[in-house]
């Protein structure tokens, strides 16, 4: 079973950084494509960013929020930079299996594990 912990959320003025870090284990993280999604109060969950042959970003966080993924060390990240108070939602990463056919990068269907959420706040 593939195991998805979320860290790295916090409470953050606009205008500032944080990094969000995704530890995978239960199996090796180079067989999965990873994606983050974000579920702001009061709203429905909706893509970010994603990983998997390219990298694919939400239009409003392009230029400001950057996806990684070390598959040596099982760990995805979410650099953002630049954040707005529009940012703020619960963020969650998310996996499925670079195996997998007729999947979409940016379609909360595509993803098979997903971790538990941490919160970003960002204040004015």
């Known amino acids: 079973q593939v195991q998805l912990v979320e860290s790295g959320g916090g409470l953050v003025q606009a205008g500032g950084s944080l990094r969000l870090s995704c530890a995978t284990s239960?199996?090796?993280?180079?067989?999965?494509?990873m994606g983050w999604f974000r579920q702001p109060p009061g709203k429905e969950r909706e893509f970010v960013a994603a990983?998997?042959?390219?990298?694919y970003y939400t239009e409003s966080v392009k230029g400001r929020f950057t996806i990684s993924k070390d598959n040596d060390n099982n760990m995805g990240y979410l650099q953002m930079n630049d954040l707005k108070v529009e940012d703020t939602a619960v963020y969650y990463c998310?996996?499925?299996?670079?195996?997998?056919?007729?999947?979409?990068?940016?379609?909360?269907?595509?993803?098979?594990?997903w971790g538990q959420g941490t919160q970003v706040t960002v204040s004015s």
């Open positions: 998310a996996l499925y299996s670079i195996y997998a056919h007729d999947r979409r990068a940016d379609s909360i269907k595509s993803y098979s594990y």
């Open positions: 990983v998997s042959w390219d990298t």
């Open positions: 239960g199996r090796a993280l180079n067989n999965y494509h």
